[in-house]
């Protein structure tokens, strides 16, 4: 399998270099199918993001209008008033990214063609159980809930993705930076009500 896995890309944030990649504004976009994306939505703060996954589904036009959302969510009803924690809980829903209010940044991560159609890529066989195994904070788990974010559980998510040859990245901090420093300059765009922003840079990840 991780001889057709792809390497993360991200798009420069900055005006069109020499190098080739663009920056694209768009107030809506439409997605490429069979393509897993990082997306970032707005949580009410400018410097930190709710952190997810997204397959667009390739039956629906325009492609990102619906798709699975892979994320962690708190709940809010299990607050730990003894920590000052949330307990959190993996979901798999379906969301249309292209037209959320929500949505800052989309990155584009790998091509997952090659895991079969939407159905199988999403499904029981494919993606969803690589997101099951990422650990998150449960009773008498060693991780901690105030120390656990959907920054987190993206980040050993990605890791995981790595290890089962869907993606190529060899630094997960780097990606992680990239991602960040992306976002900063989407919320620019974002805070004017001029959309979201969405990239490529061949030179984010190694």
């Known amino acids: 399998m991780s001889s057709t896995a792809s390497t993360p890309t991200v798009e420069s944030p900055d005006s069109p270099p020499d190098d ?3 920056t ?17 939505t707005y949580r009410g703060d400018l410097a ?3 952190w997810t996954f997204f397959v667009p589904n390739s039956n629906v036009s325009p492609i990102g209008s619906s798709g699975t959302l892979f994320h962690v ?24 990214i ?3 209010p929500l949505v800052v940044a989309v990155v584009r991560l790998a091509d997952v063609g090659f895991l079969g159609q939407y159905e199988d890529v999403v499904g029981q066989d494919s993606l969803l159980p690589m997101f099951n195994t990422v650990a998150i904070p449960k009773i008498g ?3 901690h809930p105030a120390e656990f974010s959907s920054r987190t559980w993206f980040l050993e998510a990605i890791c995981t993705l790595h290890d089962c040859g869907v993606i190529t ?4 901090w ?33």
């Open 24 to 40: 694209v504004w768009h107030e809506t976009i439409e997605l490429e199918a069979n393509r897993l994306y990082a997306v970032l």
């Open 174 to 206: 780097l990606l992680e930076r990239e991602i960040r420093r992306f976002a900063f300059t989407a919320m620019d765009k974002y805070l004017q009500n001029k959309g979201m922003l969405s990239s490529t840079d061949r030179e984010c990840f190694l």
């Open 98 to 100: 292209v037209s959320s």
């Open 48 to 50: 930190s993001w709710n």
């Open 20 to 22: 080739g990649t663009t």
């Open 73 to 96: 969510v708190s709940n809010m009803s299990d607050h730990d008033p003894s920590s000052g924690a949330d307990h959190w809980r993996f979901e798999a829903e379906t969301k249309n």
């Open 169 to 172: 990245c060899d630094d997960v």
């Open 141 to 143: 788990s060693d991780i």
